[in-house]
């Protein structure tokens, strides 16, 4: 396992945010590849990729998470407290993918070589492309390994199957891409946070209908399948300030490690970006001060 060697629990240390008590803090910022440029349309300043480099600077984000491509253009070491994570796999989402796999963009040799603290994987658990997948993260850990590199996997369970099992989202969806993960060695693990099953899109297996009734134990579940790997939750699409702290809570008080969050804080105004990560914090902080977090 990658988190034997120094080097990983090293470059593992730098993706945490003294300032929000040792929570994973971490400013995705892989989406021009992922969704296009479309999620930067009228941001002001979340379109530049130096801005988002100055603003983790300044605030408690520990980390951004950029394509390697990025990483070489706009990294100068200018920023040297802010932490990267090296995506080295992505796809556009056009067409939308029947049988979804994102496939390799680096490797974890180009990631050292750029100055990364960590890599990032994106798996499709459930897609019909999935043998090709796990093979694809099995190598990519090898290499981890061999580099003492950390490994974050974005753990997304997707396609037809999925879909007909209750939704992307559902816990039974989301407690199995949490349990992969692990299975497959990541050392962090990217969620979302799961929901009741969408009764139009199939029934999950009936042993997770019970643990539905409550938002808080279904959080508590994904955080306990993840092990001791670290989860964290995502921000998701733009949303108001008050339900994006709400889910920040949950995740936080269901023993969550830390948060990814990326259009929720490059689609806002800059000073409002900069008010929602430090509110961010401040709930991370106090809320693993009461023993509530995970390591
Ligand atoms: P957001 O906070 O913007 O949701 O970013 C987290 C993230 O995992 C990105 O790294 C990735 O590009 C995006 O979500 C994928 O989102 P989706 O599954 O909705 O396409």
């Not at 491509?69 to 080295?88: F, M, N, S």
């Not at 994102?102 to 019909?128: C, H, I, K, M, Q």
């Not at 497959?184 to 997770?208: C, F, Q, S």
Request: hydrophobic share 40%; with cysteine.
């Amino acid at each position: 396992m990658s988190t034997a060697s120094s080097g990983t629990a090293v470059r593992l240390g730098r993706l945490r945010s003294a300032e929000a008590g040792g929570a994973i803090l971490v400013l995705p910022y892989d989406h021009g590849l992922e969704h296009g440029p479309v999620d930067f349309l009228g941001q002001a300043w979340g379109s530049g990729p130096a801005s988002i480099l100055g603003l983790a600077s300044r605030t408690a984000v520990a980390a951004v998470a950029a394509h390697l491509g990025l990483i070489g253009r706009y990294y100068r070491g200018t920023e040297p407290d802010v932490g990267l994570i090296a995506k080295l796999n992505g796809r556009t989402n056009i067409p939308e993918a029947p049988a979804p796999l994102s496939p390799l963009t680096g490797s974890v040799e180009e990631a050292v070589r750029a100055g990364a603290d960590a890599v990032g994987y994106t798996l499709y658990v459930g897609s019909a492309a999935q043998e090709r997948d796990l093979r694809q993260l099995a190598d990519v850990r090898r290499d981890c390994e061999r580099f003492g590199m950390p490994l974050v996997v974005w753990s997304y369970p997707r396609g037809r199957f999925v879909d007909a099992s209750g939704g992307r989202d559902s816990l039974y969806a989301v407690d199995y891409a949490a349990r992969v993960a692990l299975e497959m060695g990541a050392d962090v693990i990217k969620l979302n946070l799961p929901r009741r099953h969408d009764p139009e899109l199939g029934t999950p297996p009936p042993a997770y209908l019970e643990l539905e009734q409550d938002r808080s134990l279904m959080a508590r579940r994904v955080v306990e399948s993840c092990g001791e790997a670290a989860a964290i939750f995502s921000g998701g699409a733009h949303r108001d300030d008050e339900s994006l702290l709400e889910e920040v809570r949950l995740a936080f008080s269901a023993g969550g490690s830390g948060l990814i969050v990326g259009r929720n804080v490059f689609q806002r105004p800059l000073e409002a970006a900069e008010r929602l990560i430090a509110a961010m914090s401040t709930i991370a902080r106090e809320l693993r001060a009461a023993g509530d977090g995970h390591a």
